[in-house]
């Protein structure tokens, strides 16, 4: 791996996501030696990542260079890699591009998608957990327009123009309500040989609700909103079969479609080698205790979405949201300097900062510790946290600049098929 011997205690990261960056952030230019290995040389702000799958965003605004997030870090190295196995009797890590030791290793390998073991979603689904899963939705959306187009069989215009999305959660309803808005203010300019008419956008909701994390008000508002805009909202609904043309659900809902975007569920993403009855069933997260510190390891520690640590607050863990990771990555920071200096450690406590969502170009529910409110407000408040929140000042401008000009001139602008995407069928 090429990283020189150190007098320092070497502190291998695994991960350079919300956690990972916020914790290397924090032991920056201090008495250790730290090594960042992320299987992508970038860091990915997942919470636009729908933004990029529905022709708003390029994808180079909302990922950054991880190598440039850590060019002031003069104690920092960078390895672009995949990390295989953890050997903790060794202390070392296995990845994609040999071995390395550590006298500390932090596990921030966030989550995958959860297809709950339904093989045919896995198979013909579109999930959206990455940059080039959500440049292929792009492609495929413009596609289908493409080949909707030039279609005579009026069922097959109509499958390609059916948009399903399984998820009423914040992905999901950001999601149908920016391809709402290309239905109404896209399709009608730039493709005037089709009926926006013909093409409909349904969201799947597996509860009673869409937003079910989030308060009754914000869901009630989110519906209303997504139903104004013309999308097709189903409660109780869950998907059964996809054969990549028929979804099939619970109830009697049969959807003809050529796109099924699966934005339902996540599961933690752990790496072998460590105890299996440390992670917890189905969520697949690393339980530790309230410094981070995985239960049974002395060394080793997890972050965000990986980790779960119950407290009387959180029972279930932490949210798998943005802000936990942050806070732990900062904190741990903090606390393994005081670990090495051999000084007490501070409890992690959560500090909730709310929720949002946003419903198409102008509207949004927010929900605060002991305030909530919808609409055009929202909006606004969702756009200045989302853009103080992104990595980098050059991406902040470019977002800006872009949702600027969206909303002037009802546009989207990266409208462009760069590498088409095969369906399997
Ligand atoms: C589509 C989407 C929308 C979201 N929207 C919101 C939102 O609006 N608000 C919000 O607060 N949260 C949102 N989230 C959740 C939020 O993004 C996560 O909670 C957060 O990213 C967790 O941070 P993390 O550091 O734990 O993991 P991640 O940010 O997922 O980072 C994990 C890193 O580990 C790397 N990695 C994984 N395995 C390996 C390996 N074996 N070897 C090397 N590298 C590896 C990955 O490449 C990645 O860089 C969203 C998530 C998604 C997918």
Redesign the pocket.
């Given at each position: 791996m090429n990283i020189p011997k150190s007098s320092f205690p070497r502190v291998v990261i695994?991960?350079?996501?919300?956690?990972?960056i916020n914790f290397a952030r924090k032991i920056a230019n201090k008495n250790v030696q730290v090594v960042l290995?992320?299987?992508?040389n970038y860091?990915?702000f997942?919470?636009l990542?729908?933004q990029v799958s529905s022709a708003g965003l390029e994808p180079d605004s909302i990922a950054y260079p991880l190598r440039k997030i850590l060019k002031n870090h003069k104690n920092t190295f960078f390895r672009l890699a995949?990390?295989e196995s953890i050997n903790s009797e060794k202390n070392e890590i296995t990845t994609s591009i040999g071995n390395i030791s550590y006298d500390y290793l932090v596990i921030?390998?966030?989550?995958k998608t959860n297809y709950f073991g339904n093989k045919s979603i896995e198979t013909y689904g579109m999930p959206?957990?990455k940059v080039p899963q959500a440049l292929n939705i792009r492609s495929l959306i413009l596609q289908n327009f493409e080949q909707a187009a030039i279609t005579n069989d009026k069922e097959n215009r109509k499958a390609l123009l059916n948009f399903v999305i399984v998820g009423g959660g914040?992905?999901g309803v950001e999601l149908a309500g920016a391809i709402a808005e290309l239905k109404n203010h896209i399709l009608p300019r730039d493709y005037r040989d089709l009926i926006p008419e013909d093409m409909q956008i349904y969201l799947l909701e597996g509860s009673p609700r869409v937003l079910p994390t989030m308060s009754k008000h914000a869901s009630k508002k989110a519906a209303q909103f997504l139903t104004k805009l013309g999308v097709l909202v189903h409660c109780n609904t869950f998907v059964e079969n996809y054969d990549g043309k028929k979804v099939l659900t619970n109830l009697s809902l049969e959807l003809q479609s050529e796109t099924l975007i699966w934005a339902a569920g996540v599961t933690g993403?752990p790496?072998e080698g460590l105890r299996a009855d440390i992670l917890i069933d189905r969520a697949n997260r690393y339980k530790v205790n309230e410094y981070n510190q995985v239960e049974g390891y002395n060394n080793i520690f997890a972050?965000?979405?990986?980790c779960l640590m119950q407290t009387d607050a959180y029972p279930n863990g932490h949210p798998?949201?943005?802000?936990p990771?942050i806070q732990q990555g900062e904190l741990l920071g903090k606390n393994l300097i005081k670990l090495i200096e051999g000084k007490p450690l501070k409890k992690f406590k959560y500090k909730d900062k709310g929720s949002m969502a946003t419903v198409g170009r102008n509207k949004a529910v927010v929900d605060l510790k002991h305030f909530r409110f919808a609409g055009f407000f929202a909006w606004f408040v969702w756009m200045f946290v989302h853009l103080m929140a992104l990595v980098g000042f050059r991406n902040r401008i470019i977002v800006f600049f872009n949702w600027g000009y969206n909303y002037i001139n009802f546009d989207k602008a990266a409208r462009l098929i760069i590498r088409p995407f095969n369906k399997l069928n």
């Open positions: 695994i991960g350079g996501g919300f956690a990972g290995i992320d299987k992508r860091h990915t997942q919470p990542l729908y995949e990390v921030a390998t966030g989550t959206m957990k914040p992905t993403n790496v972050l965000g979405d990986i798998q949201v943005a802000q990771a």
